[in-house]
Structure formats: C-alpha cells, structure tokens
C-alpha cells in the first residue's frame, strides 16, 4: 500500500466551513487583498479598506452586506479578538505578524 504524505493545504482545507450565501452575507468582515500586486482574475472588484482605507481588490462574488477589510487590518481584528478571549499570541508570533505586515507594505509602495 502507498501511503501519500499530506501537505499543509489539506489540513487547512479540513477547516473550511463551507456555507451558503445567506450565511455568508451574515460575517463580520470579508478580508481582502491589498491593491498594488497582482490580480489574479481580470474581473476583481476595486474598494477601499473600511478600516483604514487603502485599496484593496476582491472576487465580485463575495458577500456584498458586510465591510471589506484589507488583510492587515483583518489581522488585527483577529489579534484583537483573541486578547479579549484571553487567548493572546505569543510575543514571537506579534513580531512575525508586524514584520510580515512591514515587508508587505514595502512591497506595496515599490510597487513590486
């Protein structure tokens, strides 16, 4: 028998809730992608980030009711969230998302 190795994206395909429209329009904030990178479909929607403002792109196909956050701003909510759960990330995983979030930016007004 072979045995095939798993890969990362099926373990975090196994987390994906598959939901219907009406569900979807009922999140909090569908995060997107910054503006600036590339497009990956031709028919992406432009907005702006309704947390800080910068342009972002998104399917157009997303749930139209609730606001479009960029992924660094959703990142936040998440870190936010977390800490009023009591459930904080370690001093490590902080530095990492802020670098993280510092070389995307860099990119972004490179323009690369």
């Excluded at 503006?35 to 399917?59: E, K, L, Q």
């Excluded at 139209?64 to 909510?77: A, N, S, T, Y």
């Amino acid at each position: 028998m072979n045995k095939r190795k798993r890969n990362g994206i099926e373990d975090l395909l196994k987390k994906v809730n598959v939901v219907s429209q009406e569900e979807a329009e009922e999140v909090d904030v569908v995060i997107c992608m910054p503006d600036g990178g590339p497009r990956y479909f031709s028919d992406d929607v432009s907005a702006f980030c309704a947390s800080c403002g910068i342009a972002i792109h998104h399917r157009p196909h997303v749930p139209k009711k609730p606001p479009k956050v960029c992924i660094h701003c959703g990142l936040r909510m998440v870190e936010a969230d977390k800490a009023r759960d009591g459930d904080q990330p370690s001093d490590e995983q902080r530095a990492a998302l802020r670098a993280r979030a510092r070389r995307q930016k860099l990119r972004r007004l490179k323009g690369d």
